[in-house]
């Protein structure tokens, strides 16, 4: 089950399937397995929470 209080940075391995939200409210759909990515909007490192 998501933990949506714990973050995630960009770069680091995606351990459960979902909707992702940055701080600038990006959204993407990754994968386990997938790596987060920059924001979508900035191209920018960010960090990620599960959408809740």
Do not use: S
């Not at 409210?25 to 929470?49: E, I, R, S, Y």
């Amino acid at each position: 089950m998501a933990n949506p209080n714990h973050r995630h940075k960009t770069g680091e391995k995606v351990t459960e399937a979902g909707h992702y939200i940055d701080g600038d409210g990006g959204h993407v759909v990754l994968q386990a397995g997938d790596t987060f990515p920059n924001c979508p909007k900035t191209g920018k490192a960010t960090t990620w929470k599960h959408e809740a």
